[in-house]
């Protein structure tokens, strides 16, 4: 139904920036939501960030651990989802998955369990 790869992983000192994409292929919808889930080394799958929209409207949601640090956006035209990682702390480092739901709330979803499809995950290393 719904196909999800990501990019855009890989290594950056403390302070730094990355910025991962996930792209969707397959059944798109027109309400829904995505988000992004991470799991660091000897850690539990957490949620990090959340989009939903309906139409032209978009939601957005941050776990408090990464709120005004992080940015997720979407661009609808071309079923891309975006994690703008700034100030990166070694704690941030995990891998990095992308999920989507065909679901639609007015608030995106934080469990994983809420969310039908994921990517293959991409590994973020914050060094210090």
């Known amino acids: 139904q719904v196909q999800l790869v990501e990019s855009g992983g890989g290594l950056v000192q403390a302070g730094g920036s990355l910025r991962l994409s996930c792209a969707a292929s397959?059944?798109?919808?027109?309400?829904?939501?995505m988000g992004w889930f991470r799991q660091g080394p000897g850690k539990e799958r957490e949620f990090a960030a959340g989009i939903t929209w309906s139409g032209a409207i978009y939601y957005v949601y941050y776990a408090d651990s990464v709120k005004g640090r992080f940015t997720i956006s979407r661009d609808n035209a071309k079923n891309t989802m975006y994690l703008q990682m700034n100030s990166l702390e070694p704690e941030d480092t995990a891998v990095y998955t992308c999920?989507?739901?065909?679901?639609?709330?007015?608030?995106?979803?934080?469990?994983?369990?809420?969310?039908?499809?994921w990517g293959q995950g991409t590994q973020v290393t914050v060094s210090s």
């Open positions: 999920a989507a739901t065909s679901k639609h709330t007015l608030v995106p979803p934080t469990a994983a369990g809420e969310y039908g499809y």
């Open positions: 397959g059944r798109t919808f027109s309400s829904g939501g």
